[in-house]
Each structure stands twice: as C-alpha cells, then as structure tokens.
C-alpha cells in the first residue's frame, strides 16, 4: 500500500509556525514509485538547482523545498504564467521507511529521492519445515 | 493538484469536448478553439491549445527595447527533445518528454507529472529577427533569447519622437 502519503499545504501550516517567505509557496506535481526495497519520489521543480533545495525529515514527515536561484532575464514581465513563488511540499512517510537512508539527486528541474525501506518491513519469505 | 496546475494557466484550458461522438464535435471544438484564440483580450498570447490534451508547460514573455526573452518550464527533458521555431512574430515550442530510460522502477502509485508531446504557440509582441535567436536549457527551463526585428525597433523610436 501506499505509505507515502501527502500531507496538505494547509495542515502544515497548522501544526508549526509559518516562516514568512517573501514570494509564498506553491505546490510541485510528484511521482511516487516504488519496488521491494524503495520508494522512488520525483518531484518537478523547474527553475531550481542543487543550491535550492532543502530536504528535512521530522520524525515521519519529510518536507520539501525547492527555492528558484536562476536570474530573472531583464526587462518588463510583459506576460507571466508560472508562479513567481518557491515550491513546497510534504509528504508523511509510513513506518516502512528508513529515514536514515534517503539519496537524492537533481537533473534539469527534477528532484528524484530514493527512500529505502527498512529492512524488517521487506517480504520474507518463511520456510516451512517438518 | 492537476487543478492547480490547470488554474495557474489563467483558465485558459476549456472543457475539453468529450462525452458524445457526434462527428462534428471535434470539428466544432476545434473551431471554437481558433475563435478564443482571436478573442482573447490579450490578444497577443494564443491560449494553450487543448488539441493536445494534458500537458501545457507555463511560459513567461520579458521585453526589453532591443529584445525579447521567453522562458518556459520543461522540467526533467533533454534538450534533443525539445523543439523551438520562429515563423514572424509567432513563437512555437513543442516536444515530447519520454518516460526515462532507466528500467522502469517498480509499481507507481501516484502520477501527477505529464508525459508524451506538448505544443505551444505564443504571439510575440513585436516581429523578431529570426536569424537572431538564441535558446538555452538550464534547470529544467528553457530560455529563449530573440532579437527584435529592424522594423519593430524602428516602429519604436518613431513613436518616441513624435
């Protein structure tokens, strides 16, 4: 089952005081997979590097944040659709996650982290004997 | 989430026509279509076309006197993927992201990003000179870099000194 489950913007706000950003937040699309020994989160954050990101793990929620450090070209914003906001997201992870062991790597505007899940939580197979 | 996404595009996405087979249905989506495309009270910016459903990457225009910067945000692409044209004073962007070649990893269990083709096309505010243009694709966003045209920068300075 899915142990990864999202948690809305709006609930974390209540559960710890708001930083006050300057440019607010906004809610990047994410793919969640995963096989036997990892869940496989990709998050879109278009716009940002390495240097952005900040990945922190709170007992079982893991939040993250993806600030956009690429230089605004110059000129007037004659027409804008992206958000000029910073992304945001947290996700509340199952007790089948080992949070000691998370990688994550970012190429092009995506976050890929790779949660590996804990040893005990993996499917065994148990012998029968007699 | 895919709601958000769909309302940072200025509403621009229509209720795409499905439900009944009538013939004339695309037909006349595909017309209503090119109306909004002239009515819009911009004018300037085509809305995103929904003949290809799903994806409509957003895109920022910048002006300055001498030039025109575009940006738009394709995250997770390569950039033999991406394609960009510049017929008069129309811009046009498409491409298609591919599931990533890496063996495909384990069962999903949730799917927000969008895969396969995308195709915008965005009128300029001024003509642009198209041997002058110059792209780049940095973080996941591509930028691109027109020069304005002779006549547009001319049209400019005319009106100043009038």
Redesign the interface.
Known sequence: M?N?AEQQNQTNQTVRPERQANRGF??P????????NE??L?V??????KSGIEVTVEGNELTIIGRRR?E????????????QADFRRAFELGPDVDTGKISAQM????LKLRLTKSEKSKPRKIQITG | ?KL??RE???GALSASGQGTLSPFNELNRIRNEVYRIFEDP?G??SSASTLFEGWTP???????KD???V?A??????KEDIEVTVVGDILTISGERKQEQEKK?????????YLGRFQRSIAL?TEVDPNKVQAT?????L?V?LAKSEQAKRKQIEIKTA
Not at chain 1, 29 to 36: C, E, K, R, V
Not at chain 2, 58 to 64: G, L, N, P, V
Not at chain 2, 137 to 141: P, S, T
């Open positions: 899915n990864v906004v809610a699309p994410a793919n969640i997979s995963g096989t036997d869940y496989i990709e879109e954050m278009p716009g940002v590097d690429t605004t070209p110059a000129g007037e914003l004659y027409y804008s659709e992206a958000p190429d092009q505007g995506i | 989430m958000t996404r940072r595009h200025g911009f300037f910016a957003a895109m920022d225009i910048y002006e300055e030039k025109i910067t940006r945000e394709l995250p997770g692409m390569r990893e384990g069962e999903t269990y949730r799917s927000e990003r505010p694709y940095k973080d996941g966003v930028s870099s």
